[in-house]
């Protein structure tokens, strides 16, 4: 089972909302990521922070916020959101961002109505 | 078993035959690689990974091949089971602070 939770399951939001979604680790490690996954497509990765300070932004808009508050916790902030932003985002974390196994929650399912 | 070409969004084997999936991937200077399977609502769980240095990884009935002349990448699942059933996805670290890059899957479906 993954180590990596993250809350909530399922969330549909309006486009006008502002929510949040939740990831956490338990296991020391000091690189966490955020990753879209659309239906039948591969996860295509929208950040990575290290050691608490983010890295890698791949030109995600803006409507897209990541928080990381400490080593164990990433959160990633929606607000007005489009409904083609509907998909699984999917927590991960490995021990460094360089060249480590990336071990993956289960995701959030997002819905924007 | 069987053999794939690269890409193919499905692979159809009997139960208890071997499997072998087919990854190509694109950058020569990647030196990491993991395999993952993805069961349906589920995130991406790790199988087995290998570094650019080896050749070949066994694990618990997988193996994982590495032919960095052609940038190939192959899983081998022994005795297919009726839980193998999945879309597998290869994904490669390109050094430096990177995240992986995932190749596109393929949907492994299980014949009784």
């Known amino acids: 089972d993954t180590e990596v939770t993250q809350t909530p399951k399922h969330l549909v939001m309006g486009m006008t909302n502002k929510k949040s979604l939740k990831c956490e680790q338990h296991?020391?490690?000091?690189?966490m990521y955020w990753y879209k996954q659309k239906a039948k497509k591969p996860p295509e990765l929208m950040f990575v922070?290290?050691?608490?300070?983010?890295?890698i932004n791949e030109s995600v808009p803006s409507r897209f916020s990541p928080e990381c508050p400490n080593s164990s916790l990433l959160n990633l902030h929606l607000h007005a959101l489009q409904p083609e932003d509907s998909a699984l985002y999917l927590c991960?974390?490995?021990?460094?961002?360089?060249?480590?196994?990336?071990?993956f929650g289960e995701g959030s399912w997002l819905t924007v109505v | 078993g069987e053999s794939v070409g690269l890409h193919l969004p499905t692979l159809s084997v009997q139960e208890g035959d071997n499997s072998i999936i087919n990854c190509a991937y694109s950058?020569?200077?990647?030196?990491?690689f993991i395999w993952y399977k993805q069961e349906s609502g589920k995130g991406p769980q790790f199988i087995i990974d290998i570094r650019s240095n080896m050749d070949k990884r066994q694990g618990q009935r997988v193996t994982v091949l590495l032919n960095k002349t052609v940038k190939h990448l192959s899983l081998q699942i022994a005795a297919t089971q009726p839980g193998d059933s999945a879309v597998y996805f290869c994904a490669e670290y390109r050094g430096g602070a990177d995240g992986l890059t995932f190749g596109k899957g393929t949907h492994l479906i299980i014949q009784p």
């Open positions: 991960a974390s490995s021990w460094t961002d360089s060249g480590n196994t990336i071990y």
């Open positions: 296991m020391g490690h000091r690189a």
């Open positions: 950058n020569s200077a990647s030196d990491y």
């Open positions: 922070y290290s050691y608490e300070k983010l890295s």
